[in-house]
């Protein structure tokens, strides 16, 4: 099993660009979900979804937009991107009540 | 806003000694868990506490949980060169919606010098 794959791992972009960020799981698990990563400052939730076809706010969600059309994947996207969302994207899944796996990040840098 | 604080933000200790972290939350909980992250990498989950424990050992890590203080601390003992790495905690909050849902703490850099 490959766990939890982030594509890219890394990407520049200009002010106003837009892209999607890939997640795949393999573990069939039920919920999926997008972080942040600034320095000093751990992981913020950004959105999450418990199925497919579903999707929900974390807290911090403005610029962002999510999908969540197959089971496996969970895409986050930028629409118009901006230098304060230059960060490390994390995605995670999980099945029930067990812990979170989490990839092993995109680091986005916004000019 | 972040749920979690941890203290000491760097922690750096030679080989062979106990490396210890605090981490203080704000709201009652279903458990907290604490994560590792080596440089460049995702976080891997280390060991969850439940609301209703106060201990927990996995290997040579032990974590206490003091729901009164809302408060957590990881004891890593014997450390290795290894255990170099960020560590975090992380709490999900009581209640039937929570969906897994942490909130994380800004970590503690842990540097173990050979």
């Known amino acids: 099993n490959a766990g939890v794959t982030q594509t890219p791992k890394f990407r520049v972009l200009k002010t106003g660009q837009s892209m999607t960020l890939l997640c795949a799981q393999d573990?069939?698990?039920?919920?999926m979900y997008w972080y942040r990563q600034d320095p000093g400052m751990g992981l913020r939730l950004i959105h999450y979804?418990?199925?497919?076809?579903?999707?929900a706010k974390g807290e911090v969600p403005d610029g962002y937009n999510v999908s969540r059309l197959k089971k496996q994947n969970f895409l986050l996207g930028l629409e118009s991107a901006a230098p304060s969302q230059t960060s490390v994207y994390f995605c995670?899944?999980?099945?029930?009540?067990?812990?979170?796996?989490f990839g092993d990040g995109t680091r986005l840098s916004i000019l | 806003s972040q749920q979690g604080e941890e203290d000491p933000q760097a922690l750096s200790i030679q080989e062979g000694e106990n490396a210890t972290m605090n981490c203080s939350y704000k709201?009652?909980?279903?458990?907290l868990q604490w994560y590792r992250q080596n440089s460049g990498r995702g976080l891997v989950h280390l060991i969850l506490?439940?609301?209703?424990?106060r201990e927990k050992h996995s290997g040579r890590l032990r974590v206490t949980l003091d729901t009164s203080k809302k408060s957590s601390s990881l004891l890593i003992t014997a450390s290795r060169a290894a255990d170099t790495a960020s560590y975090f905690c992380?709490?999900?909050?009581?209640?039937?919606?929570?969906?897994?849902?942490?909130?994380f703490g800004q970590g503690t850099i842990l540097t173990v010098h050979p």
């Open positions: 995670a899944s999980k099945k029930g009540s067990k812990p979170q796996h």
């Open positions: 573990m069939n698990h039920e919920y």
């Open positions: 979804s418990v199925g497919e076809g579903t999707t």
């Open positions: 709201t009652s909980i279903n458990n």
């Open positions: 506490i439940r609301s209703n424990e």
């Open positions: 992380a709490t999900e909050s009581a209640g039937g919606t929570s969906y897994g849902k942490l909130t």
